[in-house]
């Protein structure tokens, strides 16, 4: 326990004091299919990086990779500096050191689905305190009453004691996002917010994470909003067969896409 | 004349009622822990703990309880050790008892197969979203996965435990007097067969519906998210203390 401590104390005075999130050659392998060929990724602190690909391209696995929802085959990952640890499992493939130390780091790493994955037993509300109070462990009134500032600042403070399938997609969105907000996350997670909503129903989802990014979070985001891409994130990342292909400036990458992959893919979206 | 003798015969068996309760209280509540410690060793991951669940419902649920209430009953007073054990020959001699165990060994089969498959049809992606909150195991499966299991797990359960309230007449056969030895008892001494039985068979029926009721009662309470969405004015409760 105390070489835990040590080793997160070090962690934490690294150098590199505005890294949000570094990623180094992240490797995946589903069976004999590599999915991510050694990506590396740098996100600072306030930066909103749009990660690009088509489907198949490794951007929601890398992304699950980073908060081990899977685990990556190599690499290494570091949240806030502090590298996650992995080992090696008896079967020869890498797995966490310490999942403990897994479960601390995800509860900084919120994480909004494309399917929400709202608990469906519990109400907007429930599902607002449920990990701030059991894995945070702060107290319950402080918790509802963010998660009620929360709710209002979403616009569904309404519907706070809906159950989530009686939401609209939108709306069910829009509590997720507001579940990953009461963690008080260092960064969040957004695999492809939009991509499960009804066309008229992806605007209310992306203005309350135009928000976000305003207000300086700092937020990955797997996406196929171009227009979220372009306007609002700080930075492009763009996945082709499970390498990094190019990444930048959004409007200058936009403007003159770097690789004949990224400019094919731009002119496939704008068809 | 008639009416006396099927409210007299009426008045016996339900006599017994608090007997045959007895019996299925106890049979499905050991049943339960019994259960819970098979789902528990099958999803443990280890591969001798699959094995010997695999077994253990191949035995209970492939023969006929009645079978295995004899087996327990007359079969196991054969041997030496048993008669000498200061722990299992009390519990062995006593028909009660033996008819207690073999009802929980049975549906113990039973209900861990349905456990196994609730656990199995829990959504991954609400696991997932606890997992990505950093909740610890214990804490997933408390909040998360034993919530949704329990409620997929009700209906089949509920069956299970109806099938178990009929089960329990199978203790007359080793001389309990519950309701079905009664109403036995009395066909035996009045030859009126129809009328005995018929009492019984009312009796069970309103038992199992009296069940069936509480169970689809419980249902409804746990599951206000899979009806249709009531008035907002229903909708509106307040968030219970403990989660």
Known sequence: MSANVAAAAQAASSPEDKSAISVKDMRKCFGDHEVLKGISLEAHKGDVISILGSSGSGKSTMLRCINLLETPDSGEVRVDGELIRMKQGRDGRQMPADIRQVERIRANLAMVFQSFNLWSHMTVLENLVAAPTHVLKRPRAECLEQAEALLKRVGIWERRNYYPPHMSGGQQQRAAIARALAMNPKVMLFDEPTSALDPELVGEVLRVMRSLAEEGRTMLVVTHEMGFARDVSSKVMFLHKGEVDSVGEPKEMFARPPTPQFKQFIANFNK | ?243
């Open chain 2, 1 to 243: 004349m008639a009416f006396d003798f099927y409210l007299s015969t009426m008045w016996s068996v339900l006599k017994a009622l608090p007997l045959t309760l007895e019996i299925w209280f106890f049979g499905i509540a050991f049943g339960l822990l019994i259960a819970t410690g098979l789902t528990w060793l099958r999803a443990s991951g280890y591969k001798l703990g699959e094995y010997f669940t695999r077994a253990y419902v191949f035995i209970f649920r492939g023969s006929p309880l009645l079978v295995q209430l004899y087996l327990i009953y007359f079969g196991l007073s054969q041997f030496d050790f048993v008669r000498h054990s200061p722990i299992l020959w009390p519990i062995l001699r006593d028909p009660m008892y033996c008819t207690i165990v073999a009802m929980a060994l049975n549906t113990a089969a039973y209900e861990s197969e349905i456990f196994r498959g609730a656990l199995r049809a829990v959504p991954v992606g609400q696991i997932e979203a606890a997992k990505a909150f950093g909740m610890s195991a214990f804490t997933r499966f408390r909040l998360v996965t034993l919530p949704i299991a329990l409620r997929l797990a009700l209906p089949a359960y509920s069956t299970e435990i109806i099938l178990m309230t009929k089960a329990t007449a199978l203790a007359s056969v080793v001389t309990i007097m519950e309701m079905m030895g009664t109403a036995q008892k009395i066909q035996h001494d009045t030859f009126r067969p129809i009328e005995v039985l018929t009492c019984a068979g009312v009796i069970y029926l309103l038992l199992n519906l009296s069940i069936a009721r509480l169970f689809a009662w419980v249902e409804y309470r746990l599951s206000p998210h899979l009806r249709p969405p009531p008035e907002q004015s229903q909708q509106i409760r307040p968030v219970p203390e403990v989660l």
